[in-house]
């Protein structure tokens, strides 16, 4: 009986007999799908496919998929923004088919995946697939866009512990390496092309300046030390943190013209990728419209100040007794012919500048960086100077012969230390007083190497005769001068001491 019940394994199904099973599968199959489409809401029907009959014909993956959308709570997504910059570097000969553009003021075209493209990627022993979906919304033109980071489901804390935050740190090296560095102005008209970010009336251009740290005719031990101080000052966010310090640095660069001021700040902004805003206090009128320009600036920035003595607020007091009360004779005036109460506070003042550098307002923002140049550093006031304002003071002195290498290298393409006179301009160049734009014109009077480095000896030699005759001249005349003021005096009944 069991034997009848349960045929033996060697029972074989006829050809014919295994397509009739077939047939009638797939009409109950297709029986069961219209009774569905029919008596059951679609909502209901969704749910049964998805989660029922899915459930039971689809075998259980491995992999883990994360939806990385553009916007997050109407705000731009920023792991969709880093996972698009990063995987600019990710494009391989595989892909097929990418999105190219550029706009007005960027140096290099912007390369991105399709529409369906995938990326794969490692990380360690990480491997994830990255792959673009852009779709369109229900009754909307507006585009949906996203991305699908795909991995094996016991990757997961890995993945957004360590490999995401991978993916936004180098997003941001890319950036740094990417941006374009603009300068800054309020004389420059606003368009509407401008890719900055500044607030206020800030108008900006690309700037374009060359100098860098290894074209920049300085001693090589000073640039040095000014290029370890700003490392230095980029890694210490968590120790400006811990001090209670606001994250900025002030520099004072002091020095006769020509001496490469505007050079090294160019080089400072390029090497560190900052955008520049030039400040002239001149065109400020009071404490309130200082706050609001400080308030408009953005972070990884460099405030540069040019010649900070040529504003009277900054210069030291006790030399200006007499222009201070010039000044208050007329302002005495102006107060007697307008309101006797118009408040004094609508001025630009020492003290509003000096809350500016480093007193409450100058917390706002991080990574700040303040540059202030100027021709002559015993002029300024001496509150200004103390470290938490000017921090790190630069003298930009005469050209000297380790800077000329540099110069003979930018403009000859030459070795300095190969070449026989170049060992006998450097010997002139310490011992005179030259600016390292007067050498760059020599630099610049022929294309035969020869002919420029002789004409640059003729010129340091007749520079080093010229003050050193400045030089006696000036001795011989002050005897005179003490002369002719003690006759002078002797003519009012006075004696000059």
């Known amino acids: 009986m069991p034997s009848e019940m349960f045929p033996s394994s060697n029972y074989s199904f006829s050809p014919s007999t295994m397509f009739s099973v077939c047939a009638s599968l797939s009409g109950f199959s297709m029986l069961f799908r219209s009774m569905l489409n029919d008596f059951v809401p679609e909502q209901l029907r969704s749910y049964i496919y998805e989660n029922v009959l899915g459930r039971l014909f689809t075998p259980s993956s491995k992999n883990l998929t994360l939806i990385i959308d553009e916007n997050s709570k109407y705000k731009r997504n920023l792991v969709y923004e880093a996972a698009e910059m990063y995987l600019r570097t990710k494009i391989g000969p595989e892909t097929e088919r990418l999105r190219v553009g550029k706009t007005p003021k960027q140096k290099h075209f912007i390369v991105t995946i399709a529409k369906r493209e995938a990326i794969r990627d490692t990380f360690e022993d990480i491997q994830v697939k990255w792959l673009y979906v852009q779709t369109e919304k229900a009754n909307s033109e507006k585009l949906k866009r996203y991305y699908e980071l795909t991995f094996e489901k016991k990757l997961r804390e890995r993945v957004l512990d360590s490999y995401l935050n991978h993916v936004i740190a180098e997003s941001e090296k890319i950036k740094r390496d990417l941006r374009v560095v603009n300068l800054y102005s309020r004389d420059v008209h606003m368009s509407s092309d401008d890719d ?10 690309s700037l374009e300046h060359p100098s860098t740290f290894e074209t920049l005719a300085m001693d090589p031990s000073a640039k040095k030390k000014i290029i370890d101080d700003l490392d230095r000052f980029l890694k210490r966010k968590e120790f400006y943190k811990r001090v209670g310090k606001a994250w900025k640095r002030g520099y004072l660069l002091y020095g006769p013209p020509g001496t490469g001021k505007s050079s090294l700040i160019a080089a400072m902004a390029n090497y560190l990728k900052f955008d520049v805003f030039d400040l002239d206090l001149s065109n400020i009128y009071d404490n309130g419209e200082l706050k609001r320009i400080l308030l408009s600036t953005t972070n990884r920035s460099i405030l540069v100040i040019e010649d900070i003595d040529c504003n009277a607020e900054v210069r030291d007091r006790e030399d200006e007794n007499q222009e201070i009360g010039k000044a208050r004779g007329k302002r005495k005036r102006r107060e007697d012919e307008y309101d006797d109460s118009e408040d004094q506070d609508t001025q630009l003042t020492l003290s509003g500048i000096l809350n500016f550098i480093d007193g409450l307002w100058s917390s706002f923002g991080d990574e700040r960086i303040i540059v202030f140049t100027t021709n002559h550093k015993d002029r300024l006031y001496p509150a200004l ?10 003298n930009m002195s005469y050209c000297t012969g380790l800077a000329f290498r540099t110069l003979v290298s930018n403009y000859l393409g030459l070795d300095g230390l190969n070449h026989p006179l170049c060992e006998e301009i450097e010997k002139l160049i310490d011992s005179t007083e030259v600016t390292p734009a007067e050498l760059a014109e020599q ?15 003729s010129f340091v030699e007749k520079m080093k005769y010229q003050k050193s005759k400045g030089k006696v001249k000036a001795k011989e005349d002050v005897p005179a001068c003490k002369e002719l003021l003690t006759k002078k005096d002797d003519s009012c009944g006075n004696r000059v001491v």
């Open 443 to 457: 630099l610049m009077q022929d294309d035969d190497p020869n002919v420029v480095l002789r004409g640059v000896i």
């Open 385 to 394: 100077l103390r470290p938490g304002r000017m921090d790190m003071h630069i």
């Open 196 to 205: 900055g970010s500044a607030g206020g009336s800030w108008g900006c251009i």
